[in-house]
Every structure is written in C-alpha cells, then in structure tokens.
C-alpha cells in the first residue's frame, strides 16, 4: 500500500494497493509517484501487510519530496 500525503492540508491524500513484488519495488514506484506529480504531495509512506489482509505497517521510512528524488 503507498499513501501520498499532501503539502496543503485541505487536500486529500491518495492511497492506493501497489501490486509490486517486494518492498524496494513499491518504494521505487511511491518516489515515481512523488516524481511525477511535482509539489503537489509532500511525502509518501510504503505499508505492507501485517498479520491478515486488514492490518497494515510501515513497511520504509517515509519519502520526503525535496524535489532532489
């Protein structure tokens, strides 16, 4: 899972299931995503499955977009 947390707080953050084959996969696709849309999303978070298929962790550290990705 990738949650895109925007810079103003009166926006809504996106989050969506990456179907990737492992962590480091998801992470390259989060910082595409971060990429792609310029200012508009502040950071990301990579979750990966803990437990069942209800319960998410934080799977990375977060991805702060400092336009240097």
Known sequence: ???LTPKNDEEL???WE???KDVD???QQAIAYLAMT???FK????LSNYKSPL???Q?????VNNFNL
């Open 1 to 3: 899972m990738i949650l």
């Open 13 to 15: 953050s996106m989050m």
């Open 18 to 20: 990456a179907t990737c």
């Open 25 to 27: 996969a998801a992470t």
């Open 38 to 40: 310029g200012s508009k």
């Open 43 to 46: 950071s990301a978070t990579v």
């Open 55 to 57: 319960a998410w962790r």
């Open 59 to 63: 799977a990375t550290d977060r991805i």
